[in-house]
Nanobody, 122 residues
C-alpha cells in the first residue's frame, strides 16, 4: 500500500489547514502522526472504517477532525486553531488491511506516507 499525503504549508497562529492522504488500496485503519525537530514521532489522530469513534491525542481534541472517505481510500485531517507548537512534519499511516483496531503506536502501522510540513508562525 502506498500513501500520498498533501496539504501542508505555512499558516498563522489560529489558522486552519486540511491535510489529505490517499491510499493505493483499501485499508481499515488510517491515521496521522507528526514529528517535530528533535522529537519522536507522535500520534495525532486515527480512524477505522469498521466503525467506532475516531481517536485523538489529548492536545488535538476539539481542534482537529479526522475523517475517512471509503470510496476514495482517503483520510483527511482538518486542523483548526493551530498553534506554533503544532509545527511539525505530518505523516499519514495505515495499518495492515485486515486490522480494524486503532492504535496510538507508530509501530502498529505498516504503511507510511512521505510526510508533509506544517509550519505555524506569524
Amino acid at each position: 500500500v502506498q500513501l500520498q499525503a498533501s496539504g501542508g504549508g505555512l499558516v498563522q497562529p489560529g489558522g486552519s489547514l486540511r491535510l489529505s492522504c490517499v491510499a493505493s488500496a483499501r485499508t481499515n485503519v488510517m491515521g496521522w502522526f507528526r514529528q517535530a525537530p528533535g522529537k519522536e514521532r507522535a500520534f495525532v489522530a486515527a480512524i477505522s472504517q469498521s466503525g467506532g469513534s475516531p481517536v485523538y491525542a489529548d492536545s488535538m481534541k476539539g481542534r482537529f477532525t479526522v475523517s475517512m472517505h471509503d470510496a476514495k481510500n482517503t483520510v483527511d485531517l482538518v486542523m483548526n486553531s493551530l498553534k506554533p507548537e503544532d509545527t511539525a512534519v505530518y505523516y499519514c499511516a495505515a495499518r495492515a488491511a485486515r486490522v480494524t483496531v486503532i492504535s496510538r503506536s507508530p509501530a502498529a502501522y505498516n504503511y507510511w506516507g512521505q510526510g508533509t510540513q506544517v509550519t505555524v508562525s506569524s
